[in-house]
T-cell receptor
Framework: GAVVSQHPSWVICKSGTSVKIECRSLDFQATTMFWYRQFPKQSLMLMATSNEGSKATYEQGVEKDKFLINHASLTLSTLTVTSAHPEDSSFYIC?????????????FGPGTRLTVL | DAKTTQPTSMDCAEGRAANLPCNHSTISGNEYVYWYRQIHSQGPQYIIHGLKNNETNEMASLIITEDRKSSTLILPHATLRDTAVYYC????????????FGPGTRLSVLP
């Protein structure tokens, strides 16, 4: 398998502040990482695709100026929620793409639970 | 939109085999079938994937019908820790294509 970590695992912040979430592939290099959001009792929704060394590609309806993504190395991508509001409270999950055996698989991090007061 | 349909929920007795079905009638020739599961408040965990041949690993077996329009994930001896939401996903192997998650099947393993 492959290991992906996220930090922090949970965070509580005040409305209007910014929060940075880190996603790391620990034992493999990932040129592509993905960021998802999951609201209670719902499935994962893709927010953006993060490619190392280039700008992220955002899904329709996701504000790129609010959710800043940086993928500066082959093992690290960060998601910054800027000027967070209570409606941004959610479970944020990243995944990293690993190529093996001729196919690719995404391995997911444990998630970060964000609560905005 | 997800390209798969799965039952909303299933129960399984502990120690018995859990058979989770998935329909993907519009699957195309270059699309793989992937299975992930998500235990409450955790990130999804990769289980297995295949193209057309049956696959087995230490976690599960994947049985794909000959016409590839459906598949079954088999957990041979379910334990309480297998209680989770199981997602069946089809996608091509094109570089960069993401995974589209449907609602999945909520499997409850009962003692």
């Amino acid at each position: 398998g492959a290991v992906v970590s996220q930090h922090p695992s949970w965070v509580i912040c005040k409305s209007g502040t910014s929060v940075k979430i880190e996603c790391r592939s620990l034992d493999f290099q990932a040129t592509t990482m993905f960021w998802y959001r999951q609201f209670p009792k719902q499935s994962l929704m893709l927010m953006a695709t993060s490619n190392e060394g280039s700008k992220a590609t955002y899904e329709q309806g996701v504000e790129k100026d609010k959710f800043l993504i940086n993928h500066a190395s082959l093992t690290l991508s960060t998601l910054t929620v800027t000027s967070a509001h209570p409606e941004d409270s959610s479970f944020y999950i990243c995944s990293a793409r690993k190529l093996a055996g001729g196919t690719d698989t995404q391995y997911f991090g444990p998630g970060t639970r964000l609560t905005v007061l | 939109d997800a390209k798969t349909t799965q039952p909303t929920s299933m129960d399984c007795a502990e120690g018995r085999a859990a058979n989770l079905p998935c329909n993907h009638s519009t699957i195309s020739g270059n699309e793989y079938v992937y299975w992930y599961r998500q235990i409450h408040s955790q990130g999804p965990q990769y289980i297995i994937h295949g193209l057309k041949n049956n696959e087995t690993n230490e976690m599960a077996s994947l049985i794909i019908t000959e016409d590839r329009k459906s598949s079954t994930l088999i957990l041979p001896h379910a334990t309480l820790r297998d209680t989770a939401v199981y997602y069946c996903i089809v996608r091509t192997d094109n570089y960069g294509q993401n995974f589209v998650f449907g609602p999945g099947t909520r499997l409850s393993v009962l003692p």
